[in-house]
């Protein structure tokens, strides 16, 4: 739209006779165009999982089930406008000493990773599209994602609010996962009061009594977990575990706020363990063994398998003794027998 037909627009609009787009509206319509029609109907296809354009300008999706496949092909400059719209969106700038942009997306509320030189080649990003559907648990079972046994572990953990921690590595699942166990600790457990911590908008929770908190710039997530204290919450759920506010995490569950859920980046449920470990030394110089296996009761391992995605582990935790964790495993699927 030209500047006069603008002026023209409101000029109408002042005599009753046209709606003047929000600034919101208009930032919408600015993205979708610079994305172009490609990305766009991939963002609304409920299969799909991600968007990535690398820097020689080959386009890709991956969708559930069929794995990574070409999607297009797009021009650095295209690219640059792409990631700088989006600069604007989430009210910041995108340049050579800014090169690294990250935020949800105006649309959909999927989340946009966009990379500029010098830390690549070329343009680049990476849309992780927001999950538009929820897979209950007994769809993972017939789907052969999960066995009937682990499913079975993962209902009794939720009824007797155990804490549980679900692991894997980047795209292997975790939220979709996530959001399953969620769906059962509402359907199980309806009238208690969830609060959820987030960096990016990614757990769906039908509950009733919710509250949904997301870190900013200057409030981070041990921040909030601290403020969680205080909103009466009977379950704690945490998008993702990322830094020091691990151990926020454990103590408040171990201290009264049972039977809460989180994410964690990790390729097994021992590696998850280790993992808090890792998080937990960033702020203090004691061991957190004990704590940690206190706090942590079940881990549900999920990770790739081929074009789809299986659950690899469900491990009970039960305790740290001085030496080693004390663990047992449900069957695996390749596997199909228990193992302690």
């Known amino acids: 739209m030209s500047g006069q037909e603008e002026q023209n627009q409101l000029t109408e609009a002042s005599r009753g006779r046209v709606s003047v787009p929000s600034s919101g509206d208009r930032l919408v319509r600015k993205l979708r165009g610079a994305l172009g029609n490609p990305i766009c109907e991939a963002l609304e296809d409920a299969s799909v999982v991600e968007v990535m354009l690398n820097p020689d300008g080959r386009l890709f999706v991956e969708r559930l089930g069929q794995g990574i496949k070409p999607l297009a092909e797009l021009d650095p400059g295209a690219a640059e406008i792409i990631i700088g719209v989006v600069a604007h969106a989430l009210r910041t700038e995108a340049d050579s000493e800014r090169p690294i942009i990250s935020g949800e997306l105006p649309i959909g509320g999927h989340r946009f990773e966009g990379l500029l030189p010098p830390v690549v080649a070329a343009p680049s990003f990476t849309i992780r599209r927001r999950a538009s559907r929820l897979i209950p648990l007994d769809a993972y079972v017939c789907e052969g994602i999960m066995t009937a046994l682990q499913a079975s572990a993962i209902r009794k953990a939720i009824v007797s609010r155990l804490n549980i921690v679900i692991c894997g590595g980047t795209g292997s699942g975790k939220t979709t996962l996530a959001n399953a166990v969620i769906a059962e600790i509402v ?45 009466r919450p009977d379950r704690i759920i945490v998008g993702e575990v990322r830094d020091g506010a691990a151990l926020t995490l454990l103590k408040a569950w171990n201290t009264g706020h049972p039977g809460g859920v989180a994410t964690i980046h990790a390729n097994g449920a021992l590696s998850a363990l280790r993992r808090f470990e890792q998080l937990t030394a960033e702020v203090s110089q004691q061991s957190m063994q004990d704590v940690i296996g206190e706090a942590v009761n079940l881990v549900v391992s999920i990770e790739r398998a081929g074009r789809g995605r299986r659950v690899r582990e469900v491990m009970h935790v039960n305790g740290f003794n001085g030496a080693q964790y004390q663990t047992v495993h449900c069957a695996q699927i390749e596997e199909g027998t228990h193992a302690a």
């Open 187 to 231: 359907s199980a457990a309806p009238h208690d009061r969830m609060v959820i911590l987030e960096d990016t908008t990614e757990i769906r929770c039908t509950a009733e009594n919710a509250l949904a908190l997301h870190t900013s710039d200057t409030v981070d997530m041990a921040r909030l977990l601290k403020s969680t204290m205080r909103l």
